[in-house]
């Protein structure tokens, strides 16, 4: 059965996904939102989806004729899996991709840097989101919320690096421009919040916001390194590791103007999400 034509969220029920799918949804576009177990958000259509599993891409892309690619969590080489069902896209009449990259991967580089560079050979309409460090890390669901909800401390080999960390909302905003706008932005655009802050400064915030006491744990990156192997594959805990270690050489410390310039409005500052996130919760970090 063919579906009338729409955008695909891969990841419709992660941190940018299902923002992104509730802003297309207020801007009466029509949103397919695909997760491993097919939940609704938004009133979307759900599908499932799962990387690993390419028998459920075809009814996930029967109509879309645009997607949001969010590549699977966890894997140092996605390339290896999204390149595949980017080509079957392409095939099924997908022309326009938005890929979910990083500020820390360029194009051809390692991990989603692969299908940056890949992505403009593929589709003549096209962006890459390359966006800073969610604030969200620290009052969501991650491991740097988890451990300053359950010891007031934040571990990173990150020294006194700095970086311009970034809201999801601002990300998904940005993600729906490059999505519907006209003409594409046929470019990768790298989204920062409106100020570098070190996670010295995060836990300083977190503490005035909330009145409980949050204290930044500086570890080498070997320590970390083996801290985080305790809970994923060595070869993925070697590559975090790594990112500290690239910021406290300052690799994150700059800005951009690309969520003014895109949305019009100025993104969000760190103690403006905070308290957004935090004050009416009833678990605050």
Known sequence: ????????????????????????????????????RATAVDGARAVRFDWYDPTTF???????????????????????????????ARTAGVRRAVLLSSSAVPAGGPATGEIHQALPGLFDEWAVLRPSWFMQNFTGDHVYAHSIRADGALWTATGEGRVAFVDADDIAAVAAHALTDDPAPNTDLLITGPETLSHSDIAATLTAVTGRPVTHRHLAYEQLRDRLATTMPA?????????DRAIADGAEDRTTDTVQRITGRAPRTFRAHAESALLSSTDPA
């Open 58 to 88: 075809a009814d996930a892309l029967n109509g879309a004729d645009r997607v949001y690619l969010v590549p699977p969590l966890g894997s140092t080489a996605p390339a290896a899996t999204v390149l595949p069902f980017l080509e079957q």
């Open 1 to 36: 059965m063919t579906v009338p034509a729409h955008t695909l969220v891969i990841g419709a029920t992660g941190t940018t996904g299902s923002r992104l799918v509730s802003r297309l949804a207020a801007r009466n576009r029509r949103v397919v939102a695909a997760s491993r």
């Open 235 to 243: 070869e993925y805990a070697a590559f975090l590791a790594g990112l």
